[in-house]
T-cell receptor, first 112, second 112 residues
Framework: GESVGLHLPTLSVQEGDNSIINCAYSNSASDYFIWYKQESGKGPQFIIDIRSNMDKRQGQRVTVLLNKTVKHLSLQIAATQPGDSAVYFCAENMGGYQKVTFGTGTKLQVIP | EAQVTQNPRYLITVTGKKLTVTCSQNMNHEYMSWYRQDPGLGLRQIYYSMNVEVTDKGDVPEGYKVSRKEKRNFPLILESPSPNQTSLYFC???????????FGPGTRLTVT
């Protein structure tokens, strides 16, 4: 498949452990934050989003935390599985639903 | 099956030879976007469209054109490709007023 990441920050996690992927965003006026997952050779896939007036949102096996004070976003994955191995991107909304700016990504490697 | 399709998946061309990358979605989405993905830079938005005949520039529109004559199709046109447009391109679509974008499988373009 297509590889798109060179020298991406990499997080290695043992299967069954929890993963925490961090992201620093740039614009304090951003209204929404979104996490995407990109498996090797595929397009990004939406995971979860969070509005700026919230500090936590939970999905299926994932939790996103937002700290606006320090402009920090994190994605927590519970009981990490081999299928979670991918590159994870945070993105922020810069104005309007279509104006989304992506971060550079973090590679998650799950060790069986 | 709900999906975003792109063609071609791989293309090698020469500088200055006009090309079109097609994108089609079967989910009746209002919004469509084009992104390019380069190592270390994440995904950068090229153009987006909020509906038929409504398009606008993203962050890196130079050297690209788009059109949205039908709701389902959003082709990306490179009138005179240059080597710095060598990249992995993704088309995405979404319903209005949501951040959940659906991405195509990507088009790997090489310009020599």
């Amino acid at each position: 498949g297509e590889s798109v990441g060179l020298h991406l920050p990499t997080l290695s996690v043992q299967e069954g452990d929890n993963s925490i992927i961090n992201c620093a965003y740039s614009n304090s006026a951003s209204d929404y934050f979104i996490w995407y997952k990109q498996e090797s050779g595929k397009g990004p896939q939406f995971i979860i989003d969070i509005r700026s007036n919230m500090d936590k949102r939970q999905g299926q096996r994932v939790t996103v935390l937002l700290n606006k004070t320090v402009k920090h976003l994190s994605l927590q994955i519970a009981a990490t599985q081999p299928g979670d191995s991918a590159v994870y991107f945070c993105a922020e909304n810069m104005g309007g639903y279509q104006k989304v700016t992506f971060g550079t990504g973090t590679k998650l490697q799950v060790i069986p | 099956e709900a999906q975003v399709t792109q063609n071609p998946r791989y293309l090698i061309t020469v500088t200055g030879k006009k090309l079109t990358v097609t994108c089609s979605q079967n989910m009746n989405h209002e919004y469509m976007s084009w992104y390019r993905q380069d190592p270390g830079l994440g995904l950068r938005q090229i153009y987006y469209s909020m509906n038929v005949e409504v398009t606008d520039k993203g962050d890196v529109p130079e050297g690209y054109k788009v059109s949205r004559k039908e709701k389902r199709n959003f082709p990306l046109i490179l009138e005179s490709p240059s080597p710095n447009q060598t990249s992995l391109y993704f088309c995405a679509s979404s319903y209005r007023d949501t951040y959940e974008q659906y991405f195509g499988p990507g088009t790997r373009l090489t310009v020599t």
